[in-house]
């Protein structure tokens, strides 16, 4: 069609029109848009989680191009800098022939991830595509990722090989000093390099075994049947939508039951993506509160937002019955409605009867919501006037200026002439800038003050309303000082801010709203239980900080006493001022966990993580309870994950649910995706996947821990019963002149691993329990004795190596001893090295399945099958391999050794003592630690045994409280004397407010340019279903 564009030495594009709720695949720069003043809206949630849409505006040097001829007879390029991760940034010059440049920015270029919303249709010109888009150069390349159980193991492995060739070298001095002394019956005493090498050989092969190649078989399968309990658990089967929790590795299992740093994303993790008005104050009288009573029944259970009724939102007829009945606030509710109904930047749309509300704003979408069900509606949209009808009546309201929202101002006001003609500014903000502009004479404001409290503390989204009488003249006099600042060429935002502030004072307080962003079910309850966990929990979030506070208190991460470290700095030298400030504040603190919150924008954090601060800015995180980042890219995110993985070495999980939460999934230890509603990215690109953020819970402190227990205690269960067997050929090697003689059987020696001693491992890797389900969900302190790994490292394995070596020696040299002398047997028969062998093989196979169960803390019927089991296989193999031969030509050398060994006394006497002797020391260790030494393990797994807690669970509540004072004490709150301006310890009173800022036009422009009185007329080049609007 004619275009092209100029990147780096590439030259293709050509038109394309972009659909409704198409989640765009690459960059494109808009040519033309269905829409007055060529805006369109787009939802930027997949890349920085934020709610509220974003304007953006076409070039008005092409806005006239809407049909296939105009656009095929145009030739031009663009040219533009290279592919870059910042979402915020761009710089491009569009060239038409014969034609002046145009510039190109930010806000003419829709990027991959968005989604185009309330427009019916766009043209573009493709930018970047591929790996070229913003939203790719943010992504991550996916590392390998190994558990630590198996790293540790893996370790230990290269180990006990470097040991076994060792041992192979010993065997061959040993078998040179053998020959060297030279023996009569040998008949030579040359030992050449050639017998060496062999010799070397010939003992690896011996000892190859010492290496459990079946562990790897044993782990996947083990790992295998763990994944599939993770499958099929009901209580993480999400009903509503039919959803269960997925495996999507099984390498991973026992991670589960180590994570200590839990990074989440807020929008569509912690919450529902759902505005509620909840409850609101008004002249002093609170309402809503008959709301909390609907909501109880409702927190048992979990719902999704289809299903979500009117009984969850406000809910007190009270308020219409004090406007209705002349009560003495009546002109206080009409005006605090009607203030609601005019003060916003919505735009209603008619579809036949139903009126549909269009709002960039999901604050103000819920606040126009509320007002329409008491009777106040919000009809019409002029450039001029806003039209509603209050109780069927019609009122028309003359708009004569918008005072824009921003972060900085944290309000919105509306300047209207009413329909009695007066001159009147509604205002509607933050509690700290309106509270400092309110009037003498204004009242309620105690009142109100204490109910905004009162809202905070319920994690509701508060906003402060107010409105202000104008005169004639001084609304000229502003007006004109209104004009200037509207013409200023720089910094002109700052001048009409300035202005602004002019006007909005000496307000007359109404009252306040309080909205919900609900959270999904049993958030609060997850994350207290999780900190409970000791899990340190960190929230990464594209959103704006009020919002992600305001979640954090809702969710019960922040507390209203617990101070705020707020780092918003814009510079190097002030982020390394201020966190040094801080560490320094902390003292002896630093690095402890200490009931602080620390709240960090990107910006801020771009800064944080420059190698002259990182470390400082890390220190300072550790040293607080929460953390939250705020403005986040995906890629910043991964880096912050990336930072606690590779500086503090604990295990880090990372939960989200939209495609900007790929990074940091990716990056985690542990990857966890909820099947939201923004797509499956994150699930496609995790570890794990969940319905909901409650199922964290069973899934870490139950599935978790088992998982931990079960791994490790397979992994140290089968090097045990190999070191046992293989190592009693090195004993044998020492009595048989070094000389590479086998003591078992070669069929015995193969199926030891293949069928003899095989189900043990598959019971404790798949049964094995540490405790119930239900103590570890009731005490969920239990989860820290899997995530300190102190039951399985290179310590605790090489104790395991020891003990399987001082059993081994126990296993050789008491037969040997036994038959030292050797002994005639029935018919004259005397016995032979393989009568001993099976002797020893016999008692090694009875000493580590009683191992196995002595290892064991949960018995089931499948613990039994196994150990006694595996017993009697061995004992049935034992008689009929002794019989085979020569029937079936295979080890002739059985022949008989099973009537030989039956009847031997001394294998009977064997059979009892010698396995004994070698438990013994194991039996009465583990009594002495489990008397002298309990943990709160001991303590549950011993309430449950006696079934103390369904006697007395008050009493059993007190006792493993008491085994966890130490770990309590940790997160007292400690005396800090901050000095820096940063930190916030003020009474929170829950703002926020999610709103455009600084869009390519002003909201005033937008606004003007929609007349809902008239058909919109334009030629739409395709047919587009409408998009999620407000009704």
């Not at 459990?212 to 078989?217: G, H």
């Not at 029937?887 to 022949?895: Q, R």
Request: one cysteine or more.
């Amino acid at each position: 069609m004619g275009w092209q564009k100029s990147l780096q030495g590439s030259e293709v594009s050509k038109a394309r029109t972009i659909y409704l709720n198409e989640p765009l695949k690459n960059n494109f720069c808009k040519n033309s848009i269905s829409e007055p003043q060529v805006t369109c809206y787009v939802a930027t949630s997949n890349l920085d989680g934020e709610t509220n849409l974003k304007l953006r505006q076409a070039l008005l040097e092409t806005a006239q191009m809407q049909t296939e001829r105009q656009l095929s007879s145009l030739s031009g390029k663009i040219e533009c800098e290279g592919p870059n991760r910042h979402f915020n940034t761009f710089i491009g010059t569009l060239y038409l022939n014969d034609e002046s440049p145009v510039p190109i920015g930010p806000d003419q270029v829709l990027l991959r991830g968005t989604q185009l919303k309330n427009t019916q249709w766009v043209l573009g010109i493709v930018v970047y595509t591929g790996f070229e888009t913003k939203f790719m150069q943010n992504s991550i390349k996916s590392p390998l990722k190994k558990s630590r159980v198996e790293k540790v193991t893996n370790v230990q492995i290269l180990v006990l090989f470097v040991l076994l060739l060792a041992m192979s070298l010993v065997s061959c001095v040993g078998a040179i000093l053998w020959n060297v002394e030279g023996t009569w019956y040998f008949g030579t005493k040359d030992y050449s390099s050639h017998s060496l090498g062999f010799d070397l050989l010939v003992f690896i092969i011996l000892y190859h075994n010492l290496i459990p190649i079946s562990l790897l078989v044993t782990l996947e399968i083990v790992k295998y049947v763990q994944a599939m309990f993770i499958n099929w658990d009901e209580d993480m089967h999400y009903k509503e939508n039919n959803i269960y929790a997925i495996a999507r590795t099984s390498n991973l299992n026992e991670e589960l039951g180590q994570v200590k740093y839990l990074f989440s994303d807020k929008t569509g993790t912690l919450t529902c993506n759902i505005m509620k008005f909840k409850k609101c104050s008004i002249a002093g009288i609170i309402y809503g509160n008959q709301s909390d009573k609907s909501d109880i029944d409702t927190k048992k259970l979990s719902l999704s937002p289809s299903v979500l009724t009117e009984s969850y939102e406000f809910n007190d007829p009270t308020l219409l019955q004090n406007f209705e009945n002349g009560h003495p606030t009546k002109d206080y509710i009409k005006e605090f409605l009607t203030l609601l109904c005019v003060c916003h930047t919505v735009i209603p749309e008619r579809d036949e009867d139903k009126i549909i509300y269009q709002a960039s704003s999901p604050d103000e979408a819920a606040l126009v919501k509320w007002v329409k069900k008491l009777g106040f509606v919000f009809t019409t949209r002029t450039p001029t006037s806003v039209t509603i009808e209050a109780m069927g009546e019609n009122f028309t309201f003359e708009i004569l200026n918008i005072l824009e929202f921003s972060s900085n101002r944290k309000r919105m006001s509306v300047i209207v002439r009413t329909p009695t003609g007066n001159l009147r500014l509604y205002c509607k903000g933050a509690d700290t800038v309106i509270y400092e502009r309110l009037s003498e004479d204004s009242l309620f404001m105690k009142e109100t003050l204490t109910h905004l409290e009162h809202f905070a503390k319920g994690g509701l989204r508060t906003l402060c309303v107010a409105y202000t009488d104008l005169t004639e003249e001084e609304y000229q006099q502003w007006l004109t000082e209104y004009k200037k600042a509207s013409s200023v060429i720089q910094d002109r935002m700052q001048s009409l801010e300035e202005c602004y502030d002019k006007i909005e004072k000496k307000f007359l307080l109404l009252g306040a709203t309080a909205i919900e962003d609900r959270l999904q079910a049993r958030v609060p309850e997850t994350i207290v239980t999780l900190l409970k966990a000791n899990i340190r929990i960190w929230v990464l979030t594209g959103d704006k900080q009020e919002t992600a506070i305001n979640i954090a208190y809702s969710c019960k991460l922040i507390s209203a006493q617990m101070p705020r470290i707020r780092l918003n700095t814009h510079s190097l030298e002030a982020t390394q001022q201020a966190v040094t400030q801080n560490c320094e504040a902390l003292g002896t603190l630093i690095g402890k966990e200490n009931d602080l919150a620390l709240i960090i924008d990107g910006e801020t954090l771009k800064y944080a993580l420059n190698f002259e601060v990182e470390r400082s800015f890390l220190n300072l995180a550790l040293s607080c309870r929460a953390v939250l980042c705020c403005r986040l890219s995906p890629l910043q995110k991964a880096e912050i994950v990336y930072l606690v993985k590779k500086h503090v070495g604990a295990i880090t999980l990372a939960i989200g649910d939209g495609a900007n939460d790929v990074g940091m999934i990716q990056m985690a230890h542990v990857g966890v995706g909820i099947s939201g509603n923004e797509g499956m990215q994150a699930t496609n690109n995790s570890d794990y996947s969940i319905a909901q953020f409650s199922y964290l819970e069973k899934l870490l402190l139950v599935h978790g821990a088992w998982n931990y227990f079960r791994v490790t205690k397979c992994i140290l269960y089968c090097f045990y019963k190999n070191v046992v067997l293989y190592i009693i050929e090195l004993w044998f090697a020492f009595v048989n002149g070094f000389s590479g003689q086998i003591i078992f059987e070669h069929w015995c020696i193969s199926l030891y691993n293949v069928i003899f001693t095989s189900l043990p491992p598959f019971t404790l890797g798949i049964f094995e329990q540490c405790c119930s389900q239900k103590s570890l969900l009731t005490y969920p302190q239990l989860y820290t004795v899997s995530q300190t790994g102190k039951t399985f490292n290179t310590k605790v394995f090489w104790f395991q190596c020891i003990n399987a070596l001082v059993h081994s020696f126990i296993l050789f040299w008491m037969p040997m001893k036994m038959l030292e002398h050797d002994m005639v047997l029935q018919g004259g028969h005397t016995t032979d090295y393989l009568f001993l062998g099976n002797f020893i093989y016999t008692y090694v196979v009875v000493t580590v399945c009683l191992k196995a169960g002595l290892d064991t803390l949960s018995w089931t019927k499948f613990s039994h099958l196994a150990i006694w089991g595996s017993i009697i296989i061995w004992m049935v193999f034992f008689a009929i391999y002794s019989f085979v031969w020569p029937t079936i030509p295979v080890a002739p050398e059985m022949t008989g050794q099973v009537n030989m060994i039956l009847v031997c006394p001394y294998f009977w006497l064997g059979f009892l003592i010698v396995p004994i002797v070698c438990l013994i020391l194991n039996l009465i260790w583990k009594s002495i630690k489990n008397t002298c030494n309990r943990t709160l393990l001991e303590e549950v797994r011993e309430m449950e045994s006696n079934r103390v807690q369904e006697l007395n669970p008050t009493m059993f509540k007190m006792r493993v409280e008491a085994k966890n004072v130490q770990m309590s004490l940790a997160s007292q709150p400690h005396k800090i004397v901050f000095r820096h301006e940063s930190v916030d310890q003020s009474t929170p009173y829950g703002y926020a407010f999610s709103q455009v800022e600084q869009a390519v036009i002003t909201q005033e422009e937008l606004i003007c340019s929609y007349d809902t009185t008239k058909s919109q007329g334009c030629k739409s080049l395709n047919k587009a279903s409408s998009g999620p609007n407000y009704e």
